[in-house]
């Protein structure tokens, strides 16, 4: 069972920075990519960032290109999404997700809060 320790939300003003931390704990065998999924209120989930864990590629939704960075640290198995220039529109639950390629599986943690707003 995959166990997920997600933190570094919370309330920002406009133009501010926020880091989000995703740590994975358990048996996660195979090729996978650990990322983020935002929903906000009224509105469908939709991908934020993910990572390989393997290769290191990254994937940035055409909204949050050029300001947030993800990276990971895979002796801890955590994941990082440094997000800058944050806007009202980037207020959401956002969700850390490792999606197992081989054989195909999904793994959901509980959500952090992050709220834009002056």
């Not at 995703?22 to 509105?43: E, N």
């Amino acid at each position: 069972q995959v166990q997920f320790v997600e933190s570094g939300g919370g309330l920002v003003q406009p133009g501010g920075s926020l880091r989000l931390s995703c740590a994975a704990s358990g048996s996660i065998l195979g090729t996978y990519y650990i990322g983020w999924f935002r929903q906000a209120p009224g509105k469908e989930r939709e991908g934020v960032s993910c990572i390989s864990r393997s290769t290191g590629n990254t994937y940035y939704a055409d909204s949050v290109k050029g300001r947030f960075t993800i990276s990971r640290d895979n002796a801890k198995n955590t994941a990082f999404l440094q997000m800058n220039s944050l806007k009202p529109e980037d207020t959401a639950v956002y969700y850390c997700k490792i999606h197992r390629l081989i054989p195909p599986r999904d793994y959901w943690g509980q959500g952090t809060q992050v709220t834009v707003s002056s």
